[in-house]
């Protein structure tokens, strides 16, 4: 029996509650659209049925095989998940209704591209960084642009989310692939660097940032991610209408026979196979049809501004087509942890004086409290010898008294030279109210346990 969960959103948040499936209203407001909506979903946490079903379409990757096909010149990139990959979705939720909508109440069409929090169409070039582009570069702007009201259709690598501070996280220190979801659990657990410190570079894979970057991601972290069934087009639909962009892979090596004809790629069209390419879903509108199917939605690529049957770097996808992806799930942010109102308050920072090695573990721990910072598929690269953690999550425990903080490395991480915790009143700042002594049994050669007592 799968747990169900109760899920209450607002703009800019998204609580996930175990319960028996009860549906709670939800508000939500488009700035760009001037809409607004009241409606429920149904959600459970998804089932070993679900993970076995995306399994079974797209097998499990080989370390072997180089995932970065080139299409027409561009990289692509979507690679299966790894078996400890597939764990990731054991405890994310699954989306299967939207119960007291219908599809009268939604509107006939939205379009996110048309929205100030929507980046320009980027390029990622040959480099095989597909599922990065469309989780970091796409999903994760417009969520983080809209949390803090920043303008991304401008340009400005201020407003816009790293894709190298994902990829290269994920990626095992090669140019062969990613899955989605691996890149939202980083900007879950890690957060996100902004294009001005952890800027893209397609021949650059395996850079992990400098301390500047390290230091803003904690801004742009996620709540989570959720994923659907590609049967679902009605909670697409209002996601989307919640000012949500959603991830998804497909076979790049149809475009050109999809589109011969038109803008439009139609299940007549498109046959599904393995797919090779991530893309994001956008928009949608239900006036489209081609060949004989009605309604599409409106996705964009990563492949420049001048690709595709518009010209934009968009295309259309009917529904009756989507709804036969391998990849049958649609994958979005469940929201951003802080707000233009809101910020990190608790950072856990350490430096190494000899870095090890990326795949080895490292986490914080107040109590009982603990908190990973590990991102295993580092490969075997060194760490940078600067790294910091949000670790707000434990503030309340510390103002209640415990100040126990410990930093524990596995086995092959290196030596740590310094560790600290710093509290905050304004992050945005950059200026600590107080700063921890640095831990007293420090330099420590991996594994290492390293103690810092702070008192609120």
């Known amino acids: 029996m799968s747990k169900k969960f109760n899920r209450m959103c607002s703009l800019f948040t998204m609580s996930i509650l175990t319960a028996s499936l009860v549906n709670i209203p939800t508000m939500q407001a488009m700035e760009n659209n001037n809409i607004e909506f009241s409606y429920d979903y149904g959600a459970y946490e ?55 909508m219908t599809a009268t109440q939604l509107p006939s069409s939205i379009d996110l591209t048309t929205s100030k929090y929507f980046p320009p169409v980027g390029n990622q070039g040959s480099q095989g960084s597909c599922a990065a582009w469309s989780a970091g570069y ?89 994923q659907t069934s590609v049967k679902n087009i009605d909670v697409i639909k209002s996601w989307l209408a919640e000012g949500s962009l959603v991830s998804i892979a497909l076979d790049a090596g149809q475009y050109n026979r999809a589109f011969y004809d038109n803008n439009v ?46 010209n934009d770097g968009t295309f259309y996808m009917t529904y009756d087509c989507f709804k036969t992806l391998a990849h049958n799930v649609g994958i979005r942010y469940t929201g951003a942890k802080y707000d233009e109102y809101t910020s990190p308050e608790l950072i856990a920072t350490w430096e190494f004086s000899n870095p090890g090695r990326r795949d080895s573990n490292i986490d914080v721990s107040l109590s009982s409290l603990n908190q990973d910072a590990t991102i295993t598929t580092g490969g075997s690269y060194q760490f940078p010898s600067f790294m910091a953690l949000d670790i707000t999550d434990m503030k309340e425990d510390f103002e209640l008294g415990e100040s126990r903080f410990e930093l524990n490395t596995g086995s092959n991480a290196g030596t740590i030279s310094s560790f600290n915790i710093e509290l905050y009143d304004d992050f945005d700042s950059n200026v600590p109210t107080r700063v921890s002594d640095d831990a007293q049994n420090v330099p420590a050669n991996s594994p290492a346990t390293v103690i810092v007592d702070f008192s609120y």
Request: net charge negative.
């Open 265 to 310: 790629m139609s299940n007549y069209e498109y046959y599904s196979g393995r797919p090779n390419h991530a893309n994001t879903i956008v928009g949608y509108d239900d006036s489209i049809t081609d060949d004989g199917e009605q309604g599409a939605f409106l996705i964009v690529n990563s492949w420049g501004d001048t690709w595709g049957p518009n």
């Open 46 to 100: 998804t089932t070993e049925t679900e993970i076995n079903t995306l399994m079974d379409n797209l097998g499990i990757r080989d370390e072997e095989v180089d995932y970065n096909e080139i299409v027409d010149g561009y990289g692509t990139g979507f690679a299966p998940p790894r078996e400890e990959e597939y764990e990731l979705l054991k405890n994310i939720p699954f989306v299967e209704s939207i119960p007291t």
């Open 138 to 226: 796409y999903c994760h702007t417009f969520e983080q642009a809209r949390a803090h009201n920043l303008d991304a259709s401008s340009g400005s690598s201020d407003a816009i989310m790293s894709v190298a501070w994902l990829y290269n996280k994920v990626n095992y220190g090669e140019d062969k692939g990613s899955w989605m979801a691996t890149n939202m659990d980083v900007a879950t657990k890690i957060g996100n660097a902004s294009e001005t410190t952890m800027p893209y570079n397609p021949y650059d894979y395996y850079s992990w940032g400098e301390e500047i970057a390290w230091r803003e991601a904690p801004k742009y972290k996620a709540t989570g991610y959720e």
